[in-house]
Nanobody, 124 residues
């Protein structure tokens, strides 16, 4: 059983910063790629950023380039999302996702494992 546990969400004013974390656990689970997606009310879940675990290669959505940074701690099986210069349109539930495959896919269907989500609210 693979578990992904997110933390770090909250309420922040526009221009502020937040750091999200996601820890993966599970017997014999070898991480290929981890990613963050987000879903705003009434909208579809959208890709934010991913990191290929072994190489550290990252892919970011255009909407967050220059503001968000993804990193990982291999020893802790934990991924971090540093979010700076937050905007009201960043408000959403942020979901951690993981898969055993080391792809650079941005589609939700490519990820087998999901966290429960953490709310990020940016006030204007």
């Amino acid at each position: 059983q693979v578990q992904l546990v997110e933390s770090g969400g909250g309420l922040v004013p526009a221009g502020g910063s937040l750091t999200l974390s996601c820890q993966a656990s599970g017997r014999s689970f070898s991480i290929g790629t981890m990613a963050w997606f987000r879903q705003a009310p009434g909208k579809e879940r959208e890709f934010v950023v991913l990191i290929r675990w072994n190489s550290g290669i990252t892919v970011l959505a255009d909407s967050v380039k220059g503001r968000f940074t993804i990193s990982r701690d291999n020893s802790k099986n934990t991924m971090y999302l540093q979010m700076n210069s937050l905007k009201p349109e960043d408000t959403a539930v942020y979901y951690c996702a993981a898969d055993r495959n080391s792809w650079l896919g941005t589609q939700t269907a490519l990820y087998d494992y999901w966290g429960q989500g953490t709310q990020v609210t940016v006030s204007s």
